[in-house]
T-cell receptor, first 114, second 115 residues
Framework: GIQVEQSPPDLILQEGANSTLRCNFS?????LQWFHQNPWGQLINLFY???GTKQNGRLSATTVATERYSLLYISSSQTTDSGVYFC????????????????FGQGTILTVHP | KAGVTQTPRYLIKTRGQQVTLSCSPI?????VSWYQQTPGQGLQFLFE???????NKGNFPGRFSGRQFSNSRSEMNVSTLELGDSALYLC??????????????FGPGTRLLVL
């Protein structure tokens, strides 16, 4: 199956700082999503971005599909941005189907201090 | 629209018991996927259901099973619980008709503790 690697594994910031999280994947993808997992465990959708660039407030994401990586940018970080950020991609089986299956990276643990 | 809901939110069981978890997808969504999250293995795909049929399955033992009802609600069952089954179980829903290009939306999860 596809391999997904996220970096850095841990990131500690002061409030107001900017950060870049990276996701590398080992094969072509049709689906790439970024999530923020809150302290209660729920995965919050940030972006659906198999290619191109999107922005939503202080967050933006870019996926370069040909080079098999995606970046999540967080600007002017706030303490509420703390949590774990996951990148997930569709994972095709030997027959080429990937119904409902996302493969997740190990996540980046972000801690923002006031 | 209401989001994905999961019940119960927390559960404590003992080894050897079985457990059933429930997931109600977003209205209009027909695909439900289940995932297990543990500190050691991270988030792993269990299975996916669409129109009451399992279309995809991850690498989990047969003790893990699921089903989907005609209203798209889904249940997963774990029989003969083991300590290692302690985890956060997440379900996700999507429209289901567009293959891998669909956004998946996750529920709040069920935390299962096996003693």
């Amino acid at each position: 199956g596809i391999q997904v690697e996220q970096s850095p594994p841990d990131l500690i910031l002061q409030e107001g700082a900017n950060s870049t999280l990276r996701c590398n994947f080992s094969d072509s993808v049709n689906n790439l999503q970024w999530f923020h997992q809150n302290p209660w465990g729920q995965l919050i959708n940030l972006f659906y971005i198999p290619s191109g660039t999107k922005q939503n407030g202080r967050l933006s994401a870019t996926t370069v599909a040909t080079e098999r990586y995606s970046l999540l940018y967080i600007s002017s970080s706030q303490t509420t941005d703390s949590g774990v950020y996951f990148c997930a991609v569709d994972d095709k089986d030997a027959g080429g189907t990937s119904y409902g299956k996302l493969t997740f990276g190990q996540g980046t643990i972000l801690t923002v201090h006031p | 629209k209401a989001g994905v809901t999961q019940t119960p939110r927390y559960l404590i069981k003992t080894r050897g018991q079985q457990v059933t978890l429930s997931c109600s997808p977003i209205s209009g969504h027909r695909s439900v996927s289940w995932y297990q999250q543990t500190p050691g293995q991270g988030l792993q795909f269990l299975f996916e259901y669409f129109s009451e049929t399992q279309r995809n399955k991850g690498n989990f033992p047969g003790r893990f099973s699921g089903r989907q009802f005609s209203n798209s609600r889904s249940e997963m069952n774990v029989s003969t619980l083991e300590l290692g089954d302690s985890a956060l179980y997440l379900c996700a829903s999507s429209l289901g008709g567009q293959g891998p290009w669909e956004t998946q939306y996750f529920g709040p999860g069920t935390r299962l503790l096996v003693l």
